[in-house]
């Protein structure tokens, strides 16, 4: 079975800390991207990346970075984390060909910055 | 630009009662549609998609949408719903035109009443 897997669950974090955020894909796919989803917003797009080393901004990036050094692996990085980026954290592949745009997601990381 | 809109943020029904949940999207051509469930403090979860052909599309868990291209519509159905249904549902839009995001709407939370 296909799978998009998060390291971490649930994280509890204070203000100023580094957060790292784990995302590992077994299906091959080119594309993977990091979403964030808050009640009543629904999901925001903060980046994707369609190759390794390679990654676009999506709608919110501020505050956030990303690496993708190896092909199954997207990591998310919140350089100084603040209580607004108190949130679930959604991770999410796809291939490049046939690309119709269909994502594949992980469980969910939900982030509280005390 | 794109763009999905869900009318309901949250429905109430009866177990074994029918349901319908609201998506209209803005987009000049036809796109791919999508419905993604995510129960709580889960990931989200392909129900069904629409790519081309027949208008009428049936998913997992006994749902089908049907695709209106005069009301710009993809409605998700369920003749009767069971308690296990309560969750949130995401209608999505993906235009193709060399962009890799899809693009979600707001949500439709379902509560089922036993």
């Known amino acids: 079975d296909v799978k998009v897997t998060q390291s971490s669950r649930y994280l509890v974090k204070r203000t100023g800390e580094k957060v790292f955020l784990e995302c590992v894909q077994d299906m091959d796919h080119e594309n993977m991207f990091w979403y964030r989803q808050d009640p009543g917003l629904g999901l925001r797009l903060i980046y994707f990346?369609?190759?390794?080393?390679?990654?676009e901004k999506g709608d919110i990036p501020e505050g956030y970075s990303v690496s993708r050094e190896k092909k199954e692996r997207f990591s998310l990085i919140l350089e100084s984390a603040s209580t607004n980026q108190t949130s679930m954290y959604l991770c999410a592949s796809s291939p490049r060909a046939p690309h119709t745009g269909e994502l594949f997601f992980g469980e969910g990381s939900r982030l509280t910055v005390l | 630009a794109q763009s999905v809109t869900q009318p309901d943020i949250h429905i109430t029904v009866s177990e074994g009662a029918s349901l319908e949940l609201r998506c209209n999207y803005s987009?000049?051509?036809?796109?791919?549609l999508f419905w993604y469930v995510q129960s709580p403090g889960q990931g989200l979860q392909l129900l069904l998609k629409y790519f081309s052909g027949d208008t009428l599309v049936q998913g997992i868990k006994g749902f089908e949408a049907e695709f209106k291209r005069s009301q710009s519509s993809f409605n998700l159905r369920k003749p009767s719903v069971h308690w296990s249904d309560a969750a949130e549902y995401f209608c999505?839009?993906?235009?193709?035109?060399?962009?890799?995001?899809?693009?979600f709407g707001k949500g439709t939370k379902l509560s089922v009443i036993p």
């Open positions: 987009y000049g051509a036809t796109p791919y």
């Open positions: 999505a839009v993906y235009s193709g035109a060399g962009s890799y995001q899809l693009t």
């Open positions: 990346s369609y190759d390794v080393k390679m990654k």
